[in-house]
Nanobody, 121 residues
């Protein structure tokens, strides 16, 4: 059983940057992903990183603006979000799976409680 806890959300203006952190209770065996869910919308994939960080994938909507990384020594996965847009407003979730990177919600077994990110125009 993996417990995930997100931190770093908040209210920012368009064009600002924000960094989300996720601290799993166990870490090195899992690929990690970030997803988000806006009000009235389905949860969607944002980014994912492999167990040792050698492989990353991104949603087209965030490619070039967001960067996912992990520090296995510190048991932390980060999502650096730059050039934020109002459409990035959502609850952001950290997720873990015992396999390679994946984009589907159903591919992940463990989820955090979410962190609110609000981008004002």
């Amino acid at each position: 059983q993996v417990q995930l806890e997100e931190s770093g959300g908040g209210l920012v203006q368009a064009g600002d940057s924000l960094r989300l952190s996720c601290a799993p209770s166990t870490f090195s065996s899992y690929a990690m992903g970030w997803f988000r869910q806006a009000p009235g919308k389905e949860r969607e994939f944002v980014a994912a990183i492999s167990r040792i960080g050698g492989s990353t994938i991104y949603a087209d909507s965030v490619k070039g603006r967001f960067t996912i990384s992990r520090d296995n020594a510190k048991n932390t996965v980060l999502l650096q979000m730059n050039s934020l847009k109002p459409e990035d407003t959502a609850v952001y979730y950290c997720a873990a799976r015992l396999a390679g990177v994946a984009k589907n919600v159903g591919d992940y077994s463990y989820w955090g409680q979410g962190s609110q990110v609000t981008v004002s125009s």
